[in-house]
């Protein structure tokens, strides 16, 4: 069955970076966009960055442009969002999803994807 495992979350002070990780098993991983998705608490969960199968197009939300870059190793079947300059708003439950589509863009939903991770959670202190 497909397992999508995200690692790497932690507690950072302000300003500090983090590595986020997510592995998924199960399925033809460079058949699926990627996605970053957060949820802090009594917020909604809200898209972070997504990129597409071939890692070609990516996009990120507002609030973490410039200082998150998402990437992916098909080799690997790994997923990554490097996070700089951190701030106390970043803390959140990441989650990794996989979108069977393919495709990645301003428009990608969460009801798009089709398997999520348990989360890691990023705390971020000011």
């Known amino acids: 069955q497909v397992q999508v495992v995200e690692s790497g979350g932690g507690l950072v002070q302000a300003g500090g970076s983090l590595r986020l990780s997510c592995t998924a098993s199960?399925?033809?991983?460079?058949?699926?966009?990627m996605g970053w998705f957060r949820q802090a608490p009594g917020k909604e969960r809200e898209g972070v960055a997504c990129i597409s199968w071939g890692g070609d197009v990516t996009y990120y939300v507002d609030s973490v442009k410039g200082r998150f870059t998402i990437s992916r190793d098909n080799a690997k079947n790994t997923l990554y969002l490097q996070m700089n300059s951190l701030k106390p708003e970043d803390t959140a439950m990441y989650y990794c999803?996989?979108?069977?589509?393919?495709?990645?863009?301003?428009?990608?939903?969460?009801?798009?994807?089709?398997?999520w991770g348990q989360g890691t959670q990023v705390t971020v202190s000011s």
């Open positions: 199960g399925l033809t991983f460079d058949d699926y966009a």
């Open positions: 999803a996989a979108d069977s589509s393919g495709y990645c863009s301003s428009s990608s939903r969460e009801y798009d994807y089709n398997y």
